[in-house]
């Protein structure tokens, strides 16, 4: 069955948009509002209801229950580690794998046939939602994303085009097709979170302190607030058609939001945050937060309304869940630095994580961030055969 918002066609979508747009007061020019886009729920044969993934050990860990075996995924677990990846991906630009429903299945499939990981994440980017609206960017090879004209002004954010539902269809086209193939291994959605997108729209590029960011939500904060709203809406209906089109969870990455303080955080950018999630809580599904340097932000993080926090290398889950009181499941964080380390000191390091998060009230193995890149993808299929050897209980 496809969903009922994809299932309507353009035209009866925006009449409905725009009847419910009056009905709740929430029109503001022609941003769609979460009160308005939320109106999909997922289908009866999507994997989450029709006894696919629900028990999965991973969406079971999330849910905070007893799973059969400790489940583990790697961010970044797609990509430049695997020979059989860069052998698709020859002579074909970055966004362009992306919007190849084939290729972006078969990508999202490849690390776990590999590893036997217990998820996979789907292959897409952040930048992936701007694209498809229609604003200029490329991800350059050795850079990342790069826009072709920095967003910096009010005109310039009042300038965005606005994301359609229709212009997502290669996303969920590729997700119906990974799906099909992934069984009761459940796939796991993503999208960048508006201070992260964000940072690239207004820096233009990659940067390390994201100044550039932190000095508009002071300087003008109606612009930043605008231009957060519009990110919030963009990942938002990333999020909610990857959902719809059979994810069982969604990851929500805030990966630069570890470059504020907790009262920036606070008050510029949780808000946005809660209104990406906006879009797609009502479908019932796990969400996920998870950013870098984020030690001092994880209650504020949860905060915006999730499931499950993902933390990052520099903090010890024990730790981590003492801060949150205990409330969430948490989901990490083994340091990718130590993959490159003799086996018998990674291996001490994944024991000392399991150990850390058995104070938490569900535990899902990852890394504290992203596969490097010159990772032996042998040391990570030996990480998930040791972390499934270990009980459970
Ligand atoms: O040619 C290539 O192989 C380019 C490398 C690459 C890949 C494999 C980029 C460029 N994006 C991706 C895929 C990707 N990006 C995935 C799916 C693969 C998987 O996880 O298995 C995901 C979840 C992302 C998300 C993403 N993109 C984040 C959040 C996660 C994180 O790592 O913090 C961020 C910050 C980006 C931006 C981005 N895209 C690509 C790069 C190199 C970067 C980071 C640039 C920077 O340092 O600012």
Redesign the pocket.
């Given at each position: 069955m496809i969903p009922a918002t994809a299932a309507a066609g353009p035209q009866r979508e925006t009449v409905c948009r725009y009847l419910l747009a009056l009905i709740f007061g929430t029109i503001d020019g022609m941003t769609p509002s979460p009160a308005v886009s939320a109106a999909g729920v997922l289908a009866a044969d999507h994997p989450l209801l029709d006894g696919r993934t629900a028990d999965s050990p991973l969406i079971t860990a999330y849910r905070g229950g007893k799973p059969s075996r400790r489940p583990v995924w790697f961010?970044?677990?797609?990509?430049?580690s695997l020979p059989e990846y860069l052998k698709v991906?020859e002579g074909i630009a970055?966004l362009d794998s992306c919007l190849r429903p084939e290729l972006a299945s078969e990508i999202t499939l490849q690390?776990v046939r590999r590893h036997d990981v217990d998820a996979g994440?789907?292959?897409?980017?952040?930048?992936i939602p701007l694209k498809l609206a229609g604003v200029g960017v490329d991800?350059v090879?050795g850079v990342?994303?790069v826009l072709d004209k920095p967003v910096r002004t009010a005109a310039d954010v009042a300038a965005l085009p606005q994301l359609t539902w229709e212009a997502l269809e290669p996303i969920r086209e590729a997700v119906r097709l990974t799906v099909a193939e992934l069984g009761k291994t459940p796939l796991i959605g993503?999208a960048?979170a508006p201070f992260?997108l964000a940072a690239y729209m207004v820096e233009g590029k990659?940067s390390r302190d994201h100044l550039g960011p932190r000095t508009m939500m002071h300087a003008d904060p109606d612009t930043w607030n605008a231009l957060a709203n519009w990110a919030a809406d963009a990942s938002g209906m990333f999020l909610q058609a990857q959902l719809e089109a059979g994810a069982s969870a969604a990851q929500l990455?805030d990966?630069?939001a570890g470059s504020l303080g907790l009262a920036d955080y606070t008050r510029f950018v949780a808000p946005a945050s809660s209104r990406a999630l906006d879009h797609v809580r009502h479908l019932g599904a796990p969400l996920i937060h998870f950013g870098?340097g984020t030690s001092e932000l994880l209650v504020a993080m949860r905060d915006v309304g999730v499931d499950v926090v993902g933390v990052d290398y520099r903090l010890p889950l024990d730790e981590a869940n003492r801060r949150l009181g205990g409330t969430v499941p948490l989901q990490g964080n083994i340091d990718p630095a130590l993959l490159s380390a003799p086996w018998d000191v990674l291996e001490a390091h994944v024991r000392e994580v399991i150990a850390a998060g058995s104070a938490a009230p569900g535990h899902v193995l990852n890394l504290g961030?992203?596969v490097p890149p010159e990772t032996d993808p042998a040391v990570l299929t030996r990480v998930v055969e040791l972390i499934h050897s270990i009980s459970p209980e």
């Open positions: 961010m970044r677990q797609a990509g430049r991906r970055m690390p994440i789907f292959f897409s980017d952040i930048v991800i090879p990342g994303p993503f960048g992260t990659p990455f990966s630069w870098t961030h992203g």
